[in-house]
């Protein structure tokens, strides 16, 4: 009924920019915050930056100065304006969403898209 898909992800040159959407389709539900996580192999998912759906916001210290997240609530989106880009950076990042969702009685459930590949060449 729920459904996070992610777009926007490619290969870029290191320095330059690339900017990540998400989408909450569905019926049902409101937010309570959205955000992104990123995942390379053998290591564990770490956050991004998360922003919740009065605004307020919560960056990794990664992203700090480089990433911006921003939402869109009558759209049910979620950005994420990479720049400065660094080979680091390279990772599957995962759009989230903590949602209330009226199927389960309104409890805040966690979501997950299926990842977009952000490829950072030097």
């Known amino acids: 009924q729920v459904q996070l898909v992610e777009s926007g992800g490619g290969l870029v040159q290191a320095g330059g920019s690339l900017r990540l959407s998400c989408v909450a389709s569905?019926?049902?539900?409101?937010?309570?915050?959205m955000g992104w996580y990123r995942q390379t192999p053998g290591k564990q998912r770490e956050l991004v930056a998360t922003?919740?759906?009065?605004?307020?916001?919560d960056y990794a210290d990664f992203a700090k100065g480089r990433f911006t997240i921003s939402i869109d609530n009558a759209k049910n989106m979620v950005y994420l304006q990479m720049s400065s880009l660094k080979s680091e950076d390279t990772a599957g990042y995962y759009c989230?969403?903590?949602?209330?969702?009226?199927?389960?009685?309104?409890?805040?459930?966690?979501?997950w898209g299926q990842g977009t590949q952000v490829t950072v060449s030097s």
């Open positions: 989230y969403a903590r949602l209330r969702d009226m199927t389960v009685g309104w409890a805040s459930k966690n979501y």
């Open positions: 922003v919740t759906s009065g605004g307020g916001t």
């Open positions: 569905g019926s049902g539900f409101s937010i309570d915050a």
